[in-house]
């Protein structure tokens, strides 16, 4: 068995891992820390693991970490990361970081998140759709953002084949892309019967996908704006795509079945949250408007597993030469 440990494991993308991971036929949790719950079992801080789980959350402590893992995923947020994972790596460990430290090369970090890189070192962004095989060797991964991952699966193929200048993302996020630690944005009131458009031109966000999508065709011009939709989980995608050749449906189609090919994750079917809910597809639709140069392209992912969790199981599923489907190959969870 491949021997796991989790660092944040009482945030929800923590929780997410563990609930994914107890039953990986090819991974154990060996380790699971937390500053504010060392010593407390797991199902303390997650009920719905009770009975599934025998582990107590431990103090961060790299090299007693090192002795009882070969990787190490970090769901720490953004900044704290970067201060773990060197120790980590220094003892010979694997990590899948869940934060936005090492997605980005470290001057762009510094100037989207304005905060010192205490770790420049090449990583790889791990979207397994694009980066399967540098992720295969990789020492550092850095898991995508909830965000990114909906966009540029939705755009990649088009983007790829040179058919598009222009695509505006409009994005529809549930709370829990927000974490556990409760704020006026995420209190109830504020959430439920609402919609909330945020950095609405500025999301940090759109620099990942700016990376992604300009590595694939540099002319693409990328717009991106998110909202907070009164759900817990699910982040709708909407892209409008400004074509430079008429296409058909067909082509269209080809573009995506090609682009895809062998990539059992990616369904082209009717995008909603509920059919994701729970699981690690990404379903993608699209429609060309008749007689202009727009395509709309929509994807439906879970915030909590496609767009984290799953995605880092399915890295590490690739790491360690598994099928990727290992452990999280499930349905989603409809009414
Ligand atoms: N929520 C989502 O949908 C997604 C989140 N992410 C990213 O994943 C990471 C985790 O997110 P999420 O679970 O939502 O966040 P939470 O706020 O819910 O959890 C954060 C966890 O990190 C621990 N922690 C906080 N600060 C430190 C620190 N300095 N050193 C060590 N541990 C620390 C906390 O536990 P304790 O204080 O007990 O140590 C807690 O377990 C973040 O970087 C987030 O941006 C990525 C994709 C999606
Ligand atoms: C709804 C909501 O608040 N979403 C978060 C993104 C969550 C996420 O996964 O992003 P990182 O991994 O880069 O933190 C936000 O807009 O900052």
Same mark, same amino acid.
């Given at each position: 068995m491949l021997r796991v440990g989790i660092i944040g494991g009482t945030g929800y993308v923590g929780g997410e891992l563990l609930r994914l991971l107890? $039953?990986? @036929?090819? !991974?154990? $949790?060996?380790v699971v820390t937390s500053r504010s719950h060392a *010593?407390? @079992?797991?199902d303390a801080m997650h009920p719905n693991l009770k009975g599934l789980l025998d582990l107590k959350f431990e103090d961060v402590d790299p090299s007693a970490i090192a002795h009882k893992c070969d990787l190490v995923f970090t769901a720490v947020p953004h900044g704290a990361a970067m201060n773990v994972v060197p120790g980590l790596v220094d003892a010979g460990l694997k990590v899948i970081d869940m =934060? !936005?430290?090492?997605?980005? @090369?470290a001057d762009v970090f510094e100037s989207v998140y304005n905060k010192k890189h205490a770790d420049p070192r090449p990583t790889v962004y791990g979207l397994p759709e694009l980066h399967a095989e540098e992720v295969k060797n990789a020492t550092v991964v850095g898991n995508p953002g909830c965000y990114p991952t909906g966009a540029i699966l939705t755009a990649a193929p088009l983007v790829a084949a040179g058919v598009v200048d222009r695509i505006v993302f409009d994005s529809k996020s549930g709370? =829990?892309? =927000? *974490?556990q630690e409760p704020s006026e944005t995420t209190h109830y009131p504020n959430v439920a019967e609402n919609v909330r458009p945020y950095n609405?031109?500025?999301? #940090?966000?759109k620099s990942e996908i700016d990376q992604e999508l300009r590595a694939l065709n540099n002319k693409v011009k990328i717009h991106f704006t998110p909202h907070v939709i009164p759900s817990v989980r699910g982040i709708l995608t909407t892209a409008h795509a400004f074509i430079n050749k008429p296409l058909t449906d067909d082509q269209v189609r080809a573009i995506y079945n090609e682009f895809y090919a *062998?990539? @059992? &994750?990616? #369904?082209?079917s009717k995008p909603t949250l509920a059919n994701v809910r729970g699981s690690n597809f990404c379903d993608i639709a699209f429609e060309i408007e008749k007689g202009t140069d727009r395509i709309v392209i929509v994807s439906a992912i879970d915030n909590m597993v496609k767009g984290s969790a799953g995605e880092a199981i399915q890295n590490m599923n690739i790491m360690y030469g &598994?099928?990727? #489907?290992? *452990?999280?190959?499930m349905s989603g969870l409809p009414p």
């Open positions: 107890c $039953v990986h @036929p090819k !991974a154990e $949790v060996t *010593g407390k @079992p797991v =934060s !936005a430290d090492y997605r980005l @090369p709370i =829990s892309g =927000s *974490g609405i031109t500025t999301h #940090r966000h *062998g990539k @059992p &994750f990616i #369904r082209m &598994f099928d990727e #489907r290992t *452990g999280i190959w």
